[in-house]
Structures are given as structure tokens and as C-alpha cells.
């Protein structure tokens, strides 16, 4: 099952006063009033997330969490199961607006939020008031179950790898354990990704705007967006002053592509025939203003000129002898699309194997040029041409051997990674079945 179901409730402690998580309080009607909308971009490699909690009068609470387009239609789904014609309409509208509105970055967000007067509070929202902003959102413990849903690996395979008691890793899973550096280490070595995965929220932030080189209405002019399109950051590069402007336009060796750039650069940077974010002050009637390009700086004869990057564009030149009001370097390309991995079953297989295999294959291809190289000066003589001949044929067949035992080791993990998918397919069905039984 691609969506995890988490049900809980909220409840008052009568001695203390404070609030308590408590097993769901079955066989007891009560009205959906609320919900939470929080999302995650995911990796480059992986796809969006999403987490809903729908929050009952009675105090329960259902936590939805998965790929966003499944929790949107599931969540839709319960509310659909509101008996009150006129309220279900109500919320599916909120929702819907909700769920537009809600970005990757967004904090806290209520489908009915009250307005904090002196109006009386519903019960719920007097229990929520008591429990932390962050409760809510993702969770490392959900990044963990995604990527373990991602992989087709159960909390159970998990544990066996890992030689650990099951029940430790269920405590991350469910949040009543913080996952710990050294945790996640050891997690992402069977989950093959990055620990940082599996910790923290991926660095995002809004595209500024879209450019293309082929369009001669455009021809290296980005026009600001407003539909609040998100990318995620590569975290190597990240600050809060990184922009990003993407490609939009087919057939074009940019197509799908990123562009990031620091905005306000301090220090002078080396941007001489580089691909920059340039702004170009326009003169007007009324006032100068400045408008934004991207493309191949470059300097000549003191005139200012940018380059048209793409190699098919009909002119060289972007433009020519403008006056620059500030340049500032691409720091980096990505192509999000292109950054896709299918070898879902290799994904899994120890990271020393891949480390061989391409070690040994580094050899071959080392011990091939310095024989080659050989045999430029030894072909005069028949003999050492066929000593050096069988020297090289013996050494390859050696690493060869050697690269077919790594091979075969590869071939036993996918192995088990094929049979572990059919037992989590087998284990998703009976979930399923369980589902439709209650």
C-alpha cells in the first residue's frame, strides 16, 4: 500500500491538565471538523509527498501520508463520508483551496481555521492549541516509511538486514524515537540514499521565473512566474539568497533544465565568458528600469555583450552594448527529469560490490592502454609482442574472473531484493484485504 494510515487520539488528562496521545476511541460517532495539509518535494530522484490529518470532534485523529497525488484522492475520499450534505461540500471546497495553496514550504495550515477572539472554541481546537506547531508536519519517521515503501523493503526485512530488533526501528517509524545520525547512517546503507533523506525537509524554493533560448520573443529574457512552482535545492549549494530560473522551451539542449544563481552577490566573481543571470538597465520615457536575462557574459572592447548559450539559436548574440546593472554566475545546471533511477533492484545491493565492479573494470581498461602502449614499441620484435600478448591475456583473464564473482554477487542480492517485493506485494494485498474487511 503506497499511503500509511496512522490513528490516534487526543485526549485531556483530567489530573494534570495536560495533553495526552491515546489509542483511537473506537465505537464512538464523532464529526470530521479539521485538517492539516503539510507537503514535501521529495529528492530529485524521488516524487512529491504529502501528509493530511483530519482531526474529529471527539478528540480522534487519522494521519494520511504518501505520494501526494494517492493522499489527495484518499483524502478526498473521507470526506466524502461526512454525512451532512451541506458541511461536506463546505470542506471539499476548503480543501481544495487548501491543498492549492499549501506549499512545500508552508507552516501550520487549517482548513477551517477559527479566528482567535473571544468566540468559544470547539473542543478539538482547544486540545489543539496545547500541542506543538511541528506535531503535524513530516516527520522523519514518515520520510523513513516513504523510502521504505519507495525501496519495497517492510520494517521487518529492515531489521533482518540490519541485525536489530524490529520493534527499535518501528519506534522511529512511528516518531517515539528521534532517528539518530548514526540510525540514519545505517539505515541508508540498506535503503541506498542519502542519510540527510531521512532527517531533514529538502531545501526548496520557488522558481523566480522561465527563459528559453529558442523563442525570439524571449531570446534569454526571463519572465517572472507567479504559479508558484517549487524545485528542490541541491544542499550542497543552498542559501537563503539562491534563485532559480527554469528553461521553458523544447528541442533545446536546456530543455527541463534549472538554473541557480545567488542574488546580491558581495564579492567580485570571475563571470567572463561564463553562463550568468544578468540584469540590463532599459531605458524608458518616464523612468530607467532593469530587466533580466540569462545567458554567456562577456566583455570586448569595453562593451557589454551577452551570448546566445544555445548551439541550434539562428544569432550569436542575445544583445550587445548594454549597460549591465549587476552579473552574477550560474552556480548550477540540474535536470530534474533526466535524474530519474529505474534500477530499482540494484538500489539495494551494498554499495562495496558497485565500489569493486567499478574498480575492476578502472583495471581493465588501465591494463588495456598500458599494453597497447607496449606494443607501439615492441611490434618489431615477434617475440616480445607475444609475451606481452600472453601477459595481457592472462592478467585480463584474472580480473575478468574476478569481475564475474562480483557479478555473481550482485546477481544473488537482486535475487533478494525480487523475492522481497513479491513478499511486499504479498503483505500489501493482505492489507488490502484487511482494509475492505473493516
Given at each position: 500500500?503506497?499511503?500509511?494510515q496512522?490513528n490516534y487520539?487526543?485526549?485531556?488528562?483530567?489530573n494534570?491538565?495536560k495533553?495526552e496521545?491515546?489509542?483511537?476511541?473506537?465505537?464512538?460517532?464523532?464529526?470530521?471538523?479539521?485538517?492539516?495539509?503539510?507537503?514535501y518535494?521529495?529528492?530529485?530522484?524521488?516524487g512529491n509527498?504529502?501528509?493530511?490529518?483530519?482531526?474529529?470532534e471527539?478528540g480522534?485523529?487519522?494521519?494520511l501520508?504518501?505520494?501526494d497525488?494517492?493522499?489527495?484522492?484518499?483524502?478526498k475520499k473521507?470526506?466524502f463520508?461526512?454525512?451532512?450534505?451541506?458541511?461536506?461540500?463546505?470542506?471539499?471546497?476548503a480543501?481544495d483551496?487548501?491543498?492549492?495553496s499549501?506549499?512545500?514550504?508552508s507552516?501550520y495550515?487549517?482548513?477551517?481555521?477559527?479566528?482567535?477572539?473571544a468566540?468559544?472554541?470547539?473542543?478539538i481546537?482547544q486540545?489543539?492549541?496545547?500541542?506543538?506547531s511541528?506535531k503535524f508536519q513530516?516527520s522523519?519517521?514518515d520520510l523513513?516509511?516513504?523510502?521504505?515503501a519507495?525501496?519495497?523493503?517492510?520494517?521487518e526485512?529492515?531489521?533482518?538486514?540490519?541485525?536489530?530488533?524490529k520493534s527499535?526501528?518501528?519506534?522511529?517509524?512511528?516518531?517515539?524515537r528521534?532517528?539518530?545520525?548514526d540510525a540514519?547512517?545505517?539505515?541508508?546503507?540498506?535503503l541506498?540514499?542519502?542519510p540527510?533523506?531521512?532527517?531533514f525537509?529538502?531545501?526548496?524554493i520557488e522558481?523566480?521565473?522561465t527563459?528559453s533560448?529558442?523563442?525570439r520573443?524571449?531570446n534569454?529574457l526571463?519572465?517572472?512566474q507567479k504559479?508558484g512552482k517549487f524545485?528542490?535545492v541541491?544542499?550542497?549549494?543552498y542559501s537563503p539568497?539562491i534563485?532559480?530560473v527554469?528553461?521553458d522551451?523544447?528541442?533545446?539542449i536546456y530543455?527541463?533544465?534549472?538554473f541557480f544563481?545567488?542574488?546580491?552577490n558581495?564579492?567580485?566573481?570571475?563571470?567572463?565568458?561564463?553562463l550568468c543571470f544578468?540584469g540590463?538597465?532599459q531605458?524608458?520615457?518616464?523612468?530607467?528600469y532593469?530587466?533580466?536575462?540569462?545567458?554567456?557574459?562577456?566583455?570586448?572592447?569595453?562593451?557589454?555583450?551577452?551570448?546566445?548559450?544555445e548551439?541550434?539559436?539562428?544569432?550569436r548574440?542575445?544583445?550587445?552594448d548594454?549597460?549591465?546593472?549587476?552579473v552574477t554566475?550560474?552556480v548550477a545546471?540540474?535536470?530534474?527529469?533526466?535524474?530519474?533511477?529505474?534500477t530499482?533492484?540494484?538500489?539495494n545491493?551494498?554499495?562495496?560490490?558497485?565500489?569493486?565492479q567499478?574498480?575492476?573494470?578502472?583495471?581493465?581498461?588501465?591494463?588495456?592502454m598500458?599494453?597497447?602502449?607496449?606494443?607501439?614499441?615492441t611490434?618489431?620484435?615477434e617475440?616480445?609482442?607475444?609475451?606481452?600478448q600472453k601477459d595481457?591475456?592472462?592478467?585480463?583473464?584474472?580480473?575478468?574472473?574476478?569481475?564475474?564473482?562480483?557479478?555473481k554477487?550482485?546477481?544473488?542480492?537482486?535475487?533478494?531484493?525480487e523475492?522481497?517485493?513479491?513478499?511486499?506485494?504479498?503483505?500489501v494485498f493482505?492489507?488490502?484485504?484487511?482494509?475492505?474487511?473493516?
Amino acid at each position: 500500500m503506497r499511503i500509511t494510515q496512522k490513528n490516534y487520539s487526543i485526549v485531556k488528562n483530567k489530573n494534570t491538565g495536560k495533553v495526552e496521545f491515546k489509542d483511537w476511541q473506537e465505537n464512538q460517532v464523532s464529526t470530521l471538523t479539521y485538517f492539516y495539509i503539510a507537503k514535501y518535494l521529495g529528492t530529485l530522484l524521488g516524487g512529491n509527498s504529502a501528509k493530511v490529518t483530519f482531526f474529529y470532534e471527539n478528540g480522534n485523529v487519522k494521519e494520511l501520508f504518501g505520494p501526494d497525488g494517492d493522499v489527495y484522492h484518499f483524502a478526498k475520499k473521507i470526506i466524502f463520508q461526512k454525512k451532512n450534505e451541506r458541511a461536506k461540500h463546505e470542506m471539499l471546497e476548503a480543501f481544495d483551496a487548501t491543498w492549492k495553496s499549501t506549499k512545500p514550504t508552508s507552516r501550520y495550515y487549517y482548513g477551517r481555521p477559527l479566528q482567535r477572539s473571544a468566540r468559544k472554541k470547539s473542543g478539538i481546537m482547544q486540545l489543539l492549541d496545547q500541542v506543538p506547531s511541528d506535531k503535524f508536519q513530516i516527520s522523519s519517521g514518515d520520510l523513513l516509511k516513504s523510502k521504505l515503501a519507495e525501496r519495497k523493503i517492510t520494517p521487518e526485512q529492515l531489521a533482518e538486514n540490519l541485525d536489530r530488533n524490529k520493534s527499535s526501528i518501528y519506534t522511529h517509524i512511528k516518531g517515539e524515537r528521534a532517528l539518530s545520525k548514526d540510525a540514519a547512517i545505517e539505515y541508508s546503507k540498506i535503503l541506498g540514499c542519502d542519510p540527510v533523506d531521512l532527517m531533514f525537509d529538502k531545501k526548496t524554493i520557488e522558481v523566480w521565473g522561465t527563459t528559453s533560448f529558442l523563442k525570439r520573443s524571449l531570446n534569454g529574457l526571463v519572465i517572472p512566474q507567479k504559479d508558484g512552482k517549487f524545485v528542490t535545492v541541491p544542499r550542497d549549494f543552498y542559501s537563503p539568497s539562491i534563485r532559480a530560473v527554469q528553461y521553458d522551451n523544447v528541442g533545446s539542449i536546456y530543455t527541463g533544465k534549472t538554473f541557480f544563481y545567488y542574488k546580491d552577490n558581495e564579492r567580485k566573481l570571475e563571470t567572463e565568458n561564463k553562463l550568468c543571470f544578468v540584469g540590463v538597465v532599459q531605458e524608458d520615457e518616464i523612468d530607467d528600469y532593469v530587466s533580466f536575462y540569462v545567458g554567456v557574459y562577456e566583455t570586448h572592447q569595453g562593451k557589454h555583450n551577452l551570448i546566445n548559450p544555445e548551439p541550434f539559436a539562428r544569432e550569436r548574440y542575445i544583445l550587445q552594448d548594454f549597460d549591465v546593472a549587476f552579473v552574477t554566475p550560474i552556480v548550477a545546471v540540474v535536470d530534474a527529469e533526466a535524474a530519474i533511477d529505474n534500477t530499482s533492484k540494484r538500489s539495494n545491493v551494498p554499495e562495496h560490490l558497485f565500489y569493486e565492479q567499478e574498480t575492476k573494470e578502472k583495471e581493465i581498461a588501465l591494463l588495456k592502454m598500458k599494453y597497447e602502449d607496449a606494443l607501439k614499441h615492441t611490434l618489431e620484435n615477434e617475440k616480445k609482442y607475444q609475451k606481452i600478448q600472453k601477459d595481457f591475456e592472462k592478467e585480463k583473464a584474472q580480473l575478468e574472473a574476478q569481475m564475474e564473482e562480483t557479478n555473481k554477487l550482485i546477481a544473488d542480492e537482486i535475487k533478494k531484493q525480487e523475492q522481497r517485493i513479491l513478499q511486499y506485494r504479498d503483505e500489501v494485498f493482505k492489507q488490502e484485504e484487511e482494509l475492505k474487511r473493516a
